[in-house]
């Protein structure tokens, strides 16, 4: 279900449609849950790529690009939908060459407009690489070969090429093939290492590199710095942090340590690589500009968890700006009643800085989803507005701002 705040002068309007994928579709007329998810796996499913297809929940993420938006998933097409209406266009499995493939929720627009992206096939061991044009056509495929491949959620690109961490992280084929949904199929392999793919944009050669044993998630953004990539990204030492999650829906949640921002370098041409924890606050969600993605940048904007939130209270309570050249951090805490989501660094100041951080959150006391506004000159002082929804809306994950409605 895709959700817009709209922010006018007049006011704050939200506006939430179900994306009408081929599962929606489906289920909504069957009246049941027919098809596995993520964590919730359907007797009698097996994960042949047709079917993969059509579980498609296009709820991941959604970007704006080639004059429409696109919802995406991790393991299908992308959907469309319609800027003004939110209704949904159809399926774009035409950037996929018509042919079931995995295609993530993370991709990335480079400086002359074209759309790099990725999927991880953990069945056959594939890293597709997908080079799409600034109107949607698909320009350039690529297929590589992994052992053992982890499922992957995001990556990064820099001016020549794609960064991808792979974490310590495999999928059993037999579980999943037996009918496990994709969470229950992930085990810990520790014997993996963090392993280091880099792709250059031009021909496709990969240099490998390898790192201790650790999970991420998200990756916050990548550079060249002379003979060397730098990444930054939020690393768990194991995936303790990710499994404690599940407990919720039996409300036996524990807290586990969870991931910080780290830093790690991969030497060009060797792969010899090196990291160092940047922060050490549990951490998640890391946001910066488009306009700094894949170069050397200072800005940016995550979740945090502060010490003091009770145990059995999941999620995250605390809004972080931070220098990522300095560490100088600002925060603002929401509260232990609150679920904070992602924010996204928006406007910008003649510093070239960035002027306003806007997300959403859940506000546990209230039960009212609430959208807020930060000046990130004084982000301690709390929001300098805030709009309160009469109810709450299902926690999300990854959104977008779009300064102006599509003509």
């Not at 919720?248 to 041409?269: F, K, N, S």
Request: charged share 20%; with cysteine.
């Amino acid at each position: 279900m895709v959700q817009r705040f709209t922010l006018t002068e007049t006011g704050v309007a939200h506006h939430g449609r179900y994306v009408e994928t081929a599962k929606y579709l489906a289920e909504e007329s069957a009246g049941r849950m027919i098809f596995s998810g993520f964590g919730t796996a359907v007797d009698d499913m097996p994960p042949t790529p047709a079917r993969i297809e059509a579980s498609n929940p296009a709820n991941i993420s959604i970007i704006p690009f080639a004059r429409e938006y696109w919802a995406l998933w991790e393991a299908g097409a992308p959907y469309a939908i319609d800027p003004v209406t939110l209704s949904t266009l159809g399926s774009r499995s035409s950037v996929l060459n018509d042919q079931p493939a995995p295609f993530s929720a993370h991709p990335k627009l480079a400086r002359d407009g074209t759309l790099w992206n990725f999927g991880v096939d953990p069945i056959d061991d594939v890293l597709h690489i997908y080079r799409i044009s600034a109107d949607g056509r698909s320009i350039g495929t690529q297929r590589l070969h992994v052992d053992h491949i982890a499922p992957i959620h995001d990556f990064a690109i820099t001016e020549r090429y794609l960064v991808f961490l792979l974490p310590a992280i495999t999928c059993n084929r037999d579980r999943l093939m037996g009918g496990a949904s994709f969470a229950e199929s992930c085990q810990w392999s520790p014997q993996m290492g963090m392993r280091v793919l880099i792709v250059s944009q031009s021909d496709g050669s990969v240099i490998e590199g390898r790192l201790p044993a650790g999970c991420l998630f998200h990756v916050a953004n990548a550079w060249e710095d002379k003979a060397q990539v730098v990444v930054d990204y939020m690393r768990s030492a194991d995936p303790s942090s990710l499994l404690a999650g599940w407990s919720v829906m039996a409300g036996e949640y524990r807290h586990r340590r969870g991931a910080a921002l780290t830093r790690a370098r991969i030497a060009l041409p060797d792969g010899s690589a090196s990291q160092e924890a940047l922060l050490n606050h549990d951490a998640e969600f890391p946001t910066v500009r488009a306009s700094d993605t894949g170069k050397v940048y200072r800005h940016l904007l995550c979740l945090e968890r502060t010490q003091s939130r009770p145990q059995d209270v999941p999620g995250y309570d605390q809004l972080a700006y931070i220098d990522a050249q300095t560490g100088d951090r600002r925060v603002h805490h929401f509260g232990d009643a609150w679920l904070a989501e992602e924010h996204l660094l928006v406007g910008e100041m003649e510093n070239s800085a960035p002027r306003w951080a806007v997300g959403s959150g859940l506000d546990l006391n209230a039960k009212q989803t609430v959208l807020s506004v930060f000046d990130l000159r004084s982000l301690e002082a709390g929001p300098v507005a805030q709009a309160r929804l009469p109810y709450a809306l299902p926690l999300g994950l990854h959104g977008t701002f779009v300064p102006v409605v599509f003509p």
